[in-house]
């Protein structure tokens, strides 16, 4: 069983920068995918981004503002957010799986969950 924990959100204006963390209780080098998606009110869990070993991958509406990284010596992953928009506020979501998939976009691919860390941006 893998335990991740998010840290990092908040609240912060239009424009503005945030790092969200991911915590893993275990070496991360035996989690092939970790990923992040986020879940606005009302709405369903989307994807965000996600990290492959080298390759990364982003939902079209993030990329060139966010970025993944991992740091499998301290087994977190990170993501980020820079150029923030009051639509991308949500709660941020930490997932990962052992499972060597090309699904990286769907909740389905990830066995393991954070319990989520608040992001509010505001215009």
């Known amino acids: 069983q893998v335990q991740l924990v998010e840290s990092g959100g908040g609240l912060v204006q239009a424009g503005d920068s945030l790092r969200l963390s991911c915590a893993a209780s275990i070496r991360t080098f035996s989690i092939y995918t970790m990923g992040w998606f986020r879940q606005a009110p009302g709405k369903e869990r989307e994807f965000v981004a996600a990290?492959?070993?080298?390759?990364?991958y982003y939902a079209d509406s993030v990329k060139g503002r966010f970025t993944i990284s991992r740091d499998y010596a301290k087994n977190t992953q990170a993501l980020q957010m820079n150029g923030l928009k009051p639509e991308d506020t949500a709660v941020y979501y930490c997932?990962?799986?052992?499972?060597?998939?090309?699904?990286?976009?769907?909740?389905?691919?990830?066995?393991?969950w954070g319990q989520g860390t608040q992001v509010t941006v505001s215009s």
């Open positions: 990290m492959a070993w080298s390759s990364t």
């Open positions: 997932a990962a799986t052992h499972r060597v998939t090309s699904n990286y976009a769907l909740r389905l691919s990830y066995d393991y």
